[in-house]
Nanobody
Framework: QVQLVESGGGSVQAGGSLRLSCAASGYTIGYYCMAWFRQAPGKEREGVAAIDPGGGSTYYGESGKGRFTISQVNAKNTVYLQMNSLKPEDTAMYYC?????????????????????WGQGTQVTVSS
C-alpha cells in the first residue's frame, strides 16, 4: 500500500526557513516523479517543485524559484523541500505527491491531476 506522510510544517516569521519531509512507504521513490504542491484557502492547488526518478532533474514553480530546493534521499525513501526566505504568501497547506516518471516529463509536472498518490498535508504559516 502506497503511503506518503509529510512533516516539518509549522509557524515561522518572514525570512525564516523550514524543511518539509515526505516519507514514502509501499514503493521506492527513486522510480517515481515526486512533487510538492501547496494550497492556500480559497486558492487553487499550486505546483511548488518536483524531482524526477533518480533525482537527475528538478523543477520549480515561479513562487519558489531561488528560495526552495527539492531533494531526495533514496536510502531513507524520503523527499525534502527546503524553504528559505519565507514570505507570508507562502502560507498554505503543503502536500507531497507522486506518480510514475512520466508525470515529471514534458513540462507538465505542476498539473496536480497527474498524481495519484497524495499525503495528508502539513501546514506552513508565515507571519510578517
Amino acid at each position: 500500500q502506497v503511503q506518503l506522510v509529510e512533516s516539518g510544517g509549522g509557524s515561522v516569521q518572514a525570512g525564516g526557513s523550514l524543511r518539509l519531509s515526505c516519507a514514502a512507504s509501499g514503493y521506492t521513490i527513486g522510480y517515481y516523479c515526486m512533487a510538492w504542491f501547496r494550497q492556500a484557502p480559497g486558492k487553487e492547488r499550486e505546483g511548488v517543485a518536483a524531482i524526477d526518478p533518480g533525482g537527475g532533474s528538478t523543477y520549480y514553480g515561479e513562487s519558489g524559484k531561488g528560495r526552495f530546493t527539492i531533494s531526495q534521499v533514496n536510502a531513507k525513501n524520503t523527499v525534502y523541500l527546503q524553504m528559505n526566505s519565507l514570505k507570508p504568501e507562502d502560507t498554505a497547506m503543503y502536500y507531497c505527491a507522486s506518480d510514475m516518471g512520466w508525470a515529471c516529463a514534458g513540462g507538465t509536472w505542476s498539473n496536480s491531476y497527474l498524481y495519484r498518490s497524495w499525503g495528508q498535508g502539513t501546514q506552513v504559516t508565515v507571519s510578517s
